[in-house]
T-cell receptor, first 112, second 112 residues
Framework: GQNIDQPTEMTATEGAIVQINCTYQTSGFNGLFWYQQHAGEAPTFLSY????GLEEKGRFSSFLSRSKGYSYLLLKELQMKDSASYLCAVRDRDGATNKLIFGTGTLLAVQP | DTEVTQTPKHLVMGMTNKKSLKCEQHMGHRAMYWYKQKAKKPPELMFV???????INESVPSRFSPECPNSSLLNLHLHALQPEDSALYLCASSAGKNEKLFFGSGTQLSVL
């Protein structure tokens, strides 16, 4: 079966660093995505990992370990606007089509 | 143009009504998706179209009927819905099977 887990909620302070973890057990694996979603808005793409290691993009970094079924999203220099839901999503290894399965999502609250 | 446009943004309908949700993209993407998202839950895949053909139906009830008239448009026809179908319906597109998804801002549907 498919199982993608994240902490439900996290709180952090403006200017700090926060790490959001994601563990997955899926029937196939062909890449992992992180999306940000503000309330009532569309999810927006943050990062993509398909090989083990760290991908850095400005204040956001994402790490993947395929052998452990584990990823994290690291947010540095937190800003109030980073308060949002963060979704981990695994691409199933369906050769024909891009089937993205989302995790439970982590609601991050950034406090002054 | 890197947008996926969904209309309407909000929809209230009775259980005997017939309505349609519309989605449009002009990025030349050949894969389009419908997701359903309940409050404080992750998006759940409903349908995937690849090159205007339905490639995935995640066992969605027949009261939801997707249609892809051309490569830029995706519709979701609704008929005899139930109150539990109330949710945010998200459309997405991608350039190919290994590419990231671009999401629309969704249609917030309420079934009375």
């Amino acid at each position: 079966g498919q199982n993608i887990d994240q902490p439900t909620e996290m709180t952090a302070t403006e200017g700090a660093i926060v790490q959001i973890n994601c563990t997955y057990q899926t029937s196939g694996f062909n890449g992992l995505f992180w999306y940000q979603q503000h309330a009532g808005e569309a999810p927006t793409f943050l990062s993509y990992n398909v090989l083990d290691g760290l991908e850095e993009k400005g204040r956001f970094s994402s790490f993947l370990s395929r052998s452990k079924g584990y990823s994290y999203l690291l947010l540095k220099e937190l800003q109030m606007k980073d308060s949002a839901s963060y979704l981990c999503a695994v691409r199933d290894r369906d050769g024909a089509t891009n089937k993205l399965i989302f995790g439970t999502g982590t609601l991050l609250a950034v406090q002054p | 143009d890197t947008e996926v446009t969904q209309t309407p943004k909000h929809l209230v309908m009775g259980m005997t009504n017939k309505k349609s949700l519309k989605c449009e993209q002009h990025m030349g993407h050949r894969a389009m998706y419908w997701y359903k998202q309940k409050a404080k839950k992750p998006p759940e895949l409903m349908f995937v179209y690849s090159y205007e053909k339905l490639s995935i139906n995640e066992s969605v009830p027949s009261r939801f009927s997707p249609e892809c008239p051309n490569s830029s448009l995706l519709n979701l026809h609704l008929h005899a819905l139930q109150p539990e179908d109330s949710a945010l319906y998200l459309c997405a597109s991608s350039a190919g099977k290994n590419e990231k998804l671009f999401f629309g801002s969704g249609t917030q549907l309420s079934v009375l």
